[in-house]
Structures are given as structure tokens and as C-alpha cells.
């Protein structure tokens, strides 16, 4: 049974239309324990799934969990709910640290309504808001060049030194780039300020989904700067209480609360048995030869090939990468205070793994100063690292194949031929490297700049949409191929025209059939199972993944906080929920969004993804499977159908524990 403690989430609807705002208090109880749970709410009550995706009604809802202000670490993500251009349905994403400012305007959360023709900035000075308009003409000219900085960098100077908040203390701000601009793939970035520039390590973004594409095209909203002087903890001191925290962290974790987190984040920080830390400098010497690379086309290589491309990849990314960034201990923080300091730069550019091998062996490019430059070009575009390297990856795969031509993408007069050929690759690494990266540089330039109509398909319609109009426009090469322009490719199909690129693990479980793709809510170490058993770890999964991100809190916390959470509700905010029941019902009524807005889970159509999953099942010893998979079609819906089937009756049997769903709260 759940109790309450009275609290109040405090959220600042903002009509962007009217430029009025207005503060909507939502009792801290029952369905609503953080941003997510309102942000469903609100979605299903407003029922944004009737009107166009880039429209005012889409609403942005950008929030904080109720933990941050606490000395929790990792406590202080701000999370954004949307409706999503690529998947089109309700997306969630999330980036870290800027809760730490955000909490101090008392606010629990922002949510964009309405459409302003000329783009806005939103200065939020604790619950007030002020509009200031930028215009197409400034926010271009921003985005081309401030202070020695272009795009998002850009405009976060500039917003910061035209309009600064008064309050004094602390300001971030939350920007978009020219992807927002100009494709589906814009996301919402937030670099913290660092005397007059910026903090090459706090620079994270909310990129998964087209969130950015969504504020600066559904709302007209470019920039959002904010400051507060309020105390996070006025309203319940219980949450600045450290030996509460320390207490509650001995009885459930037993050992006091920084030992707890510390221990619990060694692979982000530096793990002494493998030499190296954060995910960049893990994954490679800990997944080894099950890491993507080559737009998936690794999946369909012996293991000593795959071997000879992990040689490469050490040897070229990540051994300098080390002497650079873990050596010389170039480590920071989001932004928050936190024992882990997973953000490791090299040269001066933040590397995660994802979007390091989404812009490096991914697309063929085994150099890291050449990642880093395409990293650099990605972040000041705004734009999803994960996506671009997917669809560069892609559109390289078709160039390979004989079904696109070079200037059909704009690469006449490359200097050599970009190629995702393995043994080309292991022949002359450096040349393909240069030609993958120049490639690559002027494909994802041209679908910034809608030059060409192939990037320019691209950019407006996402992958999925733009492979079926190839597959219509060109038949022959169709026929002549004998395969279709989406078959080169890798993505979860969402309704007849959605689609989410998954996040770069060999798994069936990052194109499997769950509410939200394109993060963690679902299993994706490489493995293969029975769908029954896969979509149970998925779902157990899920369901601490958005519990996590509702509590604001960093995943790669997730080992103390899964563990935490519950005795933290019940002694910080005197709530008794059952959290598994409760992510289990919000699973459901996000999978019931997809199903009213047409993006529900579809089997897989393309070949290669049917190959990736049949792949890591040869890999991991399920051969029945794999031979199945690989030559009836039926078995790939088969182990679809029954992983969904599975996954919603474990879904639906969470929810109804203790106390019923209640369908009329989500009317
Ligand atoms: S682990 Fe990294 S992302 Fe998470 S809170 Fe710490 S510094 Fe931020």
C-alpha cells in the first residue's frame, strides 16, 4: 500500500505560443513518483499520438528526478519525454548533471507546449521564465561561428554571455544545433560553462530519439538557460541529510554510503584489473571481438578475422586514447559531484564508447584523432552519434554493395574509396580509415546542409523511410542486387514508418520487441537465449532502467541505486511503493502510446538485423536457432512473436501485483 508524504512535484508548463508559463503542482503519489510518470500521463491525457510529430502539441517534457539536491551521486540527470520523429512514438532521453543546476530553480521539471515562428531562447530563473527571441537569422549565424566555437558549443556561449542569469551561481543551459534544424536526429545538448568557455568533460546530451528536433521544430524553442538560488532540500530537509543516507545505505548495502558508490563504479572510473576506465576504454578489452564494427557486417566474420580487427582498433583507438586520456588522467564529471568521473577526454573532446565506435570501426574509421574529429563535428551539429554512425554506416555498406553511387552521396573526388570491406580494411587500414572519414564528414555535412536529394531523404525522412523510397524509386538496382536498400541496414521497426537504430551491443535483445528502444531498457550484453528467457532479463531490465531514469539517477550508478531505491522512496520521501509494479504499469501504458500512435513494435524486416541476431546465436552455441534463423524466415517471427508475447505477459503480471493498473488514470 502506498503512503504519502504530501510533497509536490513542481512543474512549469511553458506556452511557448503565448510566452506565458504557468506552475502545475502534481502530489508526489501514487503513479507519479518522477518526470517520466508525468510525462506519460500528460501525453495519454492530451492524446498526443493524434497530431503531426513535429507539431506544438507534441509536448517536451524536460525534468529532474526527486533525489536531486541529495548528496546522492549521479543523482542529478535531467530526463526529456517527447514523441519521436524516427521511432514515432513516446521516447525517453536522458543526459547527465545538469539537475545539479537545474534543482536549485526549485522546479522539478519544464514542459514545452505551443510553437513560436522565430526561435526563442527561455531563460528559467527559478519559476520565472522569460522569452527572448533570437530569430532564424541570429540562431544561424550563432550555430556558423561564436568565440571560436560552432553549433551547440556556440550557442551555449552565446546565450550564457547574451542573456546570463542574474541569480548569480551556477547556469547551464540546454542548446540545439543545426540537426535540430535539419534532420530528425537533432538532440538536446548541455555542456557546463568553465570560466568564460566550456568543460570539455561535462558535455552531454539527450541525443537518442530527435528530442532536439522537437524543441527547436515542434515548439521553436533553441536554447533554454537556466539558474536558481533556491534550496533543492527546502521542502523535505530529509534529503540533505548524509547520515540518513549513510544509515539507510548500511542496512540495505551494507557498508556506508560514498564506500558503496565508489566500489560500485570502479569500470567508469578505472578498473586497476583491466588498466583503464570508462566506457570508451572498457568495452574494448571487455567485449573484445563481440563489438559491432563495420556497420554489423563483423557479425558475418570468423573470429579470426574479427581478432585481426580488434588488433586494429587497439592499436589505433584505443591505445592512444589511453596514453591521452587515462594516462594523463584527463578525467571529469558531468557536471556533478561523483567518485566515478566516467567523462575521459582525449585532445579535448569527451569519448563514451558509443558514440566513439559509432564514428570509429563502425563506419570503417580505426583512427582515434579521425573519431575524435567526427566527434567534434557530431556534438556541434547536436546531432545523435549513434544514429550518424548508423546511417553513415549504411549508406557506406550501399556504396560497397554497388547500389548507391559516389555522387549520388556527394563523394567525387575522394581522396580513395571508402569501403566497410574487411579485408580491405586489415590490407590498408590507414587508407580506408582516410577515406571512411572524409566519406563520412561530407555525408553527415550534406544532410546538415539538405545538399543533394540522397542526404537531403536522409536527413528529412530517417532511414527506414528513405531505404523504402529508395526500394520504390529504384527497382533495378532492386532486382539487379537481389536485395532491398533497407537490407544493409540494422534498426527495430516501429509501426509502418518508425524505426530506432540500436545501441552498438550484439544482442537480439537492442531490436527486440520492447516499449522504448534506443537505450538500455532491454538486455543487450551479447548473448542469445530462448525468447522466453531473453525477454525476462529485458523486462527485469527495463524495469530498473526506468526506474533509474524517473529517479533522475545515472545508470552507471545503477549497481548501488537498484539496490537503494526503494529504502530511499520510503525514508527520503516517506513513500511505500512497490517499484516493480509500478515501472511495469508505466511500461504498459508507454506500450499502449505506441499502439494509439502507430509506432508499436514491429518484426524485423531488414535482412542484415535478422543476420545479427542469427549470428550471436551461432556465436553463443545456439545453432538449432542460428541455422533457423538463417534460412526460415518464419523462425525470426517465431522468436520475435514469442519474445513479445512473453515480455508483455511478465509486463502485465508485474503491473497487477498488490494493487490493480487503474486504466481511467491514464484516460
Ligand atoms: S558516472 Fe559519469 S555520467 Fe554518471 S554521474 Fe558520474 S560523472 Fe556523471
Not at 348 to 371: Q, R, W
Request: glycine letters at 10%; charged letters at 25%.
Amino acid at each position: 500500500m502506498q503512503q504519502t508524504g504530501g510533497y509536490q512535484l513542481r512543474l512549469l508548463h511553458i506556452d511557448v505560443a503565448g510566452g506565458a508559463s504557468r506552475l502545475v503542482e502534481a502530489p508526489l503519489e501514487g503513479d507519479i513518483l518522477g518526470p517520466i510518470d508525468y510525462a506519460i500521463r500528460l501525453h495519454h491525457s492530451r492524446g498526443t499520438w493524434r497530431a503531426p510529430l513535429l507539431s506544438p502539441s507534441n509536448i517536451l517534457v524536460i525534468g529532474r528526478g526527486v533525489f536531486a539536491g541529495a548528496p546522492l551521486y549521479g543523482g542529478h540527470r535531467l530526463v526529456a519525454v517527447f514523441r519521436s520523429p524516427l521511432s514515432r512514438g513516446l521516447h525517453v532521453s536522458a543526459l547527465g548533471g545538469a539537475a545539479y543546476v537545474f534543482a536549485r530553480t526549485g522546479l522539478h521539471g519544464l514542459v514545452l507546449e505551443g510553437w513560436s515562428e522565430e526561435p526563442l531562447v527561455l531563460v528559467v530563473e527559478n519559476e520565472r521564465v522569460a522569452f527572448e527571441e533570437l530569430g532564424w537569422d541570429m540562431l544561424w549565424e550563432t550555430w556558423r561561428g561564436y568565440k571560436g566555437h560552432r553549433g551547440t558549443k556556440a550557442l551555449a556561449l552565446y546565450v550564457r554571455d547574451r542573456y546570463g542569469c542574474s541569480l548569480g551561481g551556477e547556469q547551464r543551459s540546454l542548446v540545439t544545433g543545426p540537426a535540430a534544424a535539419r534532420t530528425l536526429a537533432g538532440g538536446i545538448f548541455s555542456p557546463r560553462y568553465r570560466g568564460s568557455g566550456l568543460d570539455p568533460a561535462a558535455f552531454d546530451s539527450a541525443a537518442r530519439g530527435g528530442g532536439g528536433t522537437v524543441m527547436l521544430r515542434g515548439h521553436g524553442v533553441a536554447a533554454i538557460l537556466f539558474c536558481g538560488d533556491r534550496d533543492p532540500a527546502e521542502a523535505n530537509p530529509r534529503l540533505r541529510d548524509r547520515r540518513l543516507l549513510d544509515e539507510v545505505s548500511k542496512r540495505v548495502l551494507g557498508k556506508p554510503y560514498h564506500q558503496a558508490a565508489v566500489e560500485a563504479t570502479t569500470k567508469y572510473r578505472y578498473d586497476p584489473r583491466l588498466g583503464t576506465g570508462g566506457t570508451c576504454g572498457v568495452n574494448y578489452v571487455h567485449y573484445r571481438t563481440l563489438v559491432p564494427m563495420l556497420g554489423y557486417n563483423s557479425v558475418y566474420l570468423s573470429q579470426a578475422a574479427r581478432e585481426k580487427l580488434l588488433r586494429l582498433v587497439l592499436e589505433r583507438l584505443w591505445e592512444p586514447f589511453q596514453r591521452e586520456a587515462i594516462e594523463k588522467r584527463n578525467w571529469g564529471t558531468c557536471g556533478e559531484p561523483c567518485p566515478a568521473a566516467c567523462k575521459k577526454v582525449y585532445r579535448g573532446t569527451k569519448m563514451d564508447y558509443e558514440p566513439s565506435n559509432a564514428l570509429g570501426p563502425f563506419i570503417g574509421v580505426f583512427d582515434a584523432e579521425e573519431t575524435r574529429r567526427l566527434i567534434d563535428l557530431v556534438d556541434e551539429a547536436g546531432m545523435d552519434a549513434i544514429e550518424a554512425g548508423h546511417v553513415v554506416a549504411w549508406l557506406l555498406d550501399l556504396l560497397g554493395r554497388g547500389m548507391l553511387h559516389p555522387e549520388e552521396l556527394g563523394l567525387e573526388g575522394l581522396p580513395g574509396r571508402p569501403s566497410l570491406d574487411p579485408l580491405r580494411v586489415l590490407e590498408d587500414p590507414e587508407a580506408v580509415t582516410r577515406a571512411n572519414a572524409e566519406a563520412a564528414r561530407r555525408i553527415l555535412e550534406a544532410m546538415l546542409e539538405h545538399r543533394g536529394w540522397l542526404p537531403t531523404l536522409v536527413a528529412t525522412r530517417g532511414l527506414r523511410a528513405a531505404a523504402k523510397a529508395l526500394n520504390a524509386g529504384l527497382p533495378g538496382r532492386v532486382a539487379m542486387h537481389h536485395t532491398g536498400f533497407h537490407d544493409a541496414a540494422v534498426y527495430a521497426a516501429h509501426g509502418d514508418r518508425g524505426y530506432m537504430t540500436p545501441n552498438l551491443y550484439w544482442s537480439p535483445g537492442v531490436v527486440a520487441p520492447m516499449p522504448v528502444l534506443g537505450r538500455y531498457w532491454t538486455v543487450y550484453s551479447p548473448g542469445f537465449a530462448e525468447p522466453e528467457a531473453m525477454a525476462e532479463t529485458a523486462v527485469h531490465r527495463a524495469e530498473n532502467e526506468y526506474l533509474i531514469d524517473n529517479a533522475g539517477i545515472c545508470r552507471f550508478h545503477r549497481k548501488w541505486a537498484e539496490k537503494l531505491l526503494d529504502a530511499l522512496y520510503r525514508e527520503l520521501w516517506g513513500i511505500e511503493a512497490d517499484l516493480r509494479r509500478h515501472a511495469a504499469a508505466r511500461l504498459l501504458e508507454i506500450a499502449r502510446y505506441q499502439e494509439q500512435a502507430g509506432a508499436d513494435p514491429r518484426p524485423w524486416e531488414s535482412r542484415k538485423t535478422v543476420d545479427m541476431v542469427a549470428s550471436i546465436a551461432a556465436e553463443t552455441g545456439a545453432h538449432e536457432w542460428a541455422a533457423r534463423l538463417a534460412t526460415d524466415p518464419g523462425a525470426a517471427r517465431e522468436w520475435w512473436t514469442r519474445f513479445r508475447r512473453h515480455a508483455e505477459k511478465l509486463l502485465a503480471q508485474h503491473a497487477a501485483r498488490g494493487q490493480p493498473v487503474n486504466p481511467a488514470a491514464i484516460a
